[in-house]
């Protein structure tokens, strides 16, 4: 398995405004993946991180909104960028080892934009 | 797109009974994997089946890969409280490179006092 945390835990923001969450993973990994999920719905994958190349897109979200850098085999970050009360939600990032398709999540981030 | 049927939506049940809920799709996947999700924190993998009719447990749950490859079943044996929560089903096609996950819908079990 693997141990991911999120920063920040939740957060509380101002529309027109943009965050950076960050998803540190506790040993190197081959994929990471952002999602996300309203409360007691199901996940909607927003990206792919790769490492060393862009990530890559879902239908329906882009680039530019969702900014999403990966450094290395164990961090990313994703930005909600000029956020909107529509992107309240919460956003999990994940992660696989080597060549298994078992995916473990961090605990999340709750995001609240007024 | 793609979409994984769970059902049902939602379960109430009394401590100690049995569970059983199951995920269907129109599609064909080759690894099936059953997740729960307590409030507040990310969804924790349960079980990972990799073969046709596969059948595996983790304690009291069961899960199984039908042999059709379009759907899955989980089981829970003897609930206790912490049972609580949302169970997700999710599979892969496994086309080589593309390890991206299809969510189910997802289960909710509450047990009733």
């Known amino acids: 398995s693997a141990v991911i945390s999120q920063k920040p835990s939740r957060d509380i923001c101002q529309r027109g405004t943009s965050l950076t969450i960050q998803c540190q993973v506790d040993?190197?990994?081959?994929?990471m993946f952002w999602y996300r999920q309203q409360p007691g719905q199901s996940l909607t994958l927003i990206a792919t991180a790769n490492q060393g190349s862009e990530a890559t897109y879902e239908s329906g979200f882009v680039i530019d909104k969702f900014p999403i850098s990966r450094p290395n085999l164990t961090f990313s970050t994703l930005t909600v960028s000029n956020m909107s009360p529509e992107d309240s939600s919460i956003y999990l990032c994940s992660c696989t080892r080597d060549r298994t398709y078992e995916q473990y999540f961090g605990p999340g981030t709750r995001l609240t934009v007024t | 797109g793609q979409q994984l049927n769970q059902s049902p939506q939602s379960m109430f049940i009394q401590e100690g009974e049995d569970v059983s809920m199951n995920c269907t799709s129109s599609?064909?996947?080759?690894?099936w994997l059953w997740y729960k999700q307590d409030p507040g924190e990310g969804p924790v993998l349960l079980i990972a089946?990799?073969?046709?009719?596969e059948l595996t447990s983790n304690g009291r749950l069961t899960a199984q890969f039908g042999i059709t490859r379009k759907d899955s079943f989980l089981n829970i044996s003897a609930s206790i409280p912490s049972d609580v929560g949302i169970y997700f089903c999710?599979?892969?096609?496994?086309?080589?490179?593309?390890?991206?996950?299809?969510f189910g819908t997802g289960t909710r079990l509450t047990i009733i006092p």
């Open positions: 089946l990799y073969k046709a009719g």
């Open positions: 999710a599979a892969v096609r496994s086309n080589f490179g593309n390890e991206k996950l299809t």
């Open positions: 599609s064909i996947f080759n690894t």
């Open positions: 040993s190197q990994v081959t994929m």
